[in-house]
């Protein structure tokens, strides 16, 4: 910070910086931008992690009901610090990649309510809010329509201020409609076995 200016990084991190604006040419008149890579690479990693190792069979337990996995003989303290590692690390990533695509770094300002916008994509696609369910492709359809409600938003003309309380209402929706569907699928489950 020079005065109340902020400075970038300057060139000290363009090697880097292909990580957050770089583009890996398929065809001459194609190329897959480099972000793009990384989040199909950590969503194969989380999604082979969760459906194809015991770890993940063991957290979607935790999620579902974590009396219930220590019961079973799950290490629950060891499986939810290794998720909050997990996680942290994702985030520590996704903060350098954002931090490159920005060139600056302001605690006080950046990311602001980017939990809201994980929680509604998550919940868009197809995750519990109670844990236990879930898959990664579903987080993936999730996150692209909450940026198309964000570039509707936007186009359509809606103050800014409203931002926040659209998507609030469209998480409560995606909350709603998950709450009857389960309802609706016990009830079904209950006509069946009787």
Do not use: H, W
Not at 61 to 77: D, H, Q, V, W
Not at 137 to 162: D, H, K, M, Y
Not at 169 to 189: P, S
């Amino acid at each position: 910070m020079t005065g109340d200016q902020s400075v970038g990084f300057g060139s000290d991190f363009n090697g880097l910086r292909f990580l957050s604006d770089g583009a890996l040419p398929i065809t001459d008149a194609f190329s897959l931008p480099v972000p793009f890579i990384n989040m199909i690479i950590v969503a194969l990693a989380a999604g082979f992690l969760l459906q194809y190792t015991i770890y993940g069979r063991y957290l979607f337990a935790l999620g579902r009901n974590e009396e219930a996995a220590r019961y079973s003989g799950i290490n629950t303290a060891k499986v939810t610090v290794a998720a909050y590692v997990f996680c942290a690390l994702c985030a520590g990533f996704s903060g350098i990649v954002f931090a490159l695509d920005l060139n600056t770094v302001q605690p006080a300002g950046m990311g602001e309510f980017y939990e809201l916008y994980a929680i509604a994509a998550a919940v868009l696609g197809g995750f519990s809010l109670r844990g236990g369910e879930g898959a990664i492709i579903g987080v993936i359809i999730g996150t692209a329509v909450l940026r198309v409600l964000q570039n509707a938003i936007t186009i359509l003309g809606f103050p800014s201020e409203l931002e926040f309380a659209i998507i609030g209402a469209v998480l409560l929706a995606g909350v709603i409609a998950d709450e009857l569907f389960k309802r609706f699928m016990a009830k079904k489950r209950a006509r069946v076995a009787i």
